[in-house]
């Protein structure tokens, strides 16, 4: 009876041996794949040629909205996309090499992707996620009414300037302060604020909210050829975007 008792608890001991190196090499596997998949958010978060995936795809797809792009919007780093990368940092004063790291996520718009670069990482208030739906409503009727015949880019350009404008001790502090402060803009005036927009129009919003200015800080536009206000002619241009000047 000894003897099988023995027997039985140098099988259960061999068992336990068995399988305590198993589980132990499945929880370094585990914390090895966590690891991995920490360091490779970090890693393609720098995209540049040969990248894949979401950040890629959304990438392309501001790009091909803006008119640099004309490829297909699949995620896939390719020559097509670098182009599109190197010519859209060209025109927003950045280094042209086709990458696309903090600045250039910067310039797109993208804060989120951005902010995983940004080893200070520190909610800096802002972005559209702080303001309510009805902003994001505003502010599309309002890029849509003063611009939509302009450019992607040019439609952005507004709605900066409608956000500058909130961001300054000059201006009310809101946005529907802003668009409704008297004599602001020609579209509340002749009743155009009240067209309904456009998906480009609530993505111009959405983008001008998330930081992105291609006007460098203006806080005035005007079309020269109906502008009829001596005063803004006298303003400092900055940039010109399409029919619009743009001045602080």
């Not at 803006?66 to 280094?95: C, E, H, M, P, S």
Request: charged share 15%.
């Amino acid at each position: 009876m000894k003897k099988v008792l023995a027997i039985g608890a140098l099988t259960l001991a061999l068992a336990a041996t068995a399988v305590a190196p198993a589980a132990t090499y499945a929880a370094m596997r585990s914390h090895t794949a966590a690891d991995t998949a920490q360091t490779a958010v970090v890693e393609t978060a720098v995209l540049r040629q040969g990248s894949t995936g979401g950040e890629v795809k959304e990438v392309q797809r501001r790009l091909k909205n803006w008119g640099y792009y004309t490829g297909a919007v699949d995620g896939v780093f390719g020559a097509g996309t670098r182009k599109a990368v190197i010519a859209f940092q060209k025109k927003n004063g950045l280094t042209a090499d086709g990458i696309v790291g903090k600045s250039t996520y910067a310039a797109l718009g993208m804060n989120d992707s951005y902010n995983v670069l940004d080893k200070n990482n520190k909610p800096s208030g802002g972005g559209s996620s702080s303001y309510t739906s009805s902003d994001v409503y505003l502010m599309a009727k309002a890029i849509y009414a003063e611009g939509r015949g302009e450019s992607y880019t040019g439609q952005v350009a507004i709605g900066a300037v409608i956000m500058n404008r909130v961001k300054s001790s000059s201006f009310p502090n809101s946005i529907a302060g802003v668009i409704y402060q008297k004599g602001a803009f020609t579209a509340v005036d002749d009743g155009q604020i009240n067209l309904e927009p456009n998906q480009t129009a609530y993505d111009a919003a959405r983008d001008a909210m998330n930081g992105w200015d291609p006007t460098y800080g203006c806080l005035y536009y005007y079309n020269p050829a109906v502008a009829t206000s001596a005063w803004i002619f006298n303003r400092q241009t900055v940039t010109v975007i399409g029919k619009h000047v743009f001045a602080i």
